[in-house]
């Protein structure tokens, strides 16, 4: 796992060093995402780190398994609502409905007068709600990207290659195998694998957000 800044450092590993000091994670409650943000946790914690972690009341992870963590389970509203194929759907819903319950529990931790300072916020890169909230409480926010670094770059893309019409192309077309300009080591039928609703992606997942973070933690390897 490796963490890149605004100075293009990149950190991956230290020796364990104690501190006094509180980090704030909040994931995506999708597998793929709240496994490796969890396993990012333990390893901050190893750091002298004291772990929150904030999640939703779906998916909720085992707190059993992580005794050492504190757990801030919060309202997102998806119990009112029934079942959809496209994950974007989900995304866009829990940045609308979790924003009132996020922000009052931040504002309660980061108020709380016996406990060490917040040393950062780290926010799964679709809560792109976050952003705002973290800055208005004057809380550094780091963004953490679950999948592949190049994916990045596919979703700045998303709304461009949707326009273009990629995603409108099959296998019996012959830009099916063609190469993708911007993406040469890319072929059109990988873009159309990235989404079943390109367009929603697109709107709702912004490169904008996680410009204006403190820094990216990639999900990656070397």
Partial sequence: ????ARDHTSVE???????????ILFALPAQGH????????????????KIIIIHTETNSPNHSNYPHFTFKPIADGLSDIGKHEEPSFYVTYLNEHCVDSFTKCLAG???EPDEPPVACLITDAEYYFTQEVADSMKAPRL???ACTIVSLLIYRDMSYF???????????DLEYEAPVPEYPLLKVKDIIKTS???????KYLTVKQVKASSGIIWNSFK
């Fill in 1 to 4: 796992m490796t963490i890149h």
């Fill in 13 to 23: 590993s230290r020796p364990p060093a104690a501190t006094s000091r509180r980090i």
């Fill in 34 to 49: 709240l496994s490796p943000m969890l396993q990012l946790a333990s390893i901050l914690h190893t750091q002298g780190f």
């Fill in 109 to 111: 931790l980061l108020a």
């Fill in 143 to 145: 963004v953490y990207w």
């Fill in 162 to 172: 949707y326009e273009k019409g990629y995603f409108n192309f099959t296998s019996k």
């Fill in 196 to 202: 079943k609703n390109p367009n929603g992606i697109g």
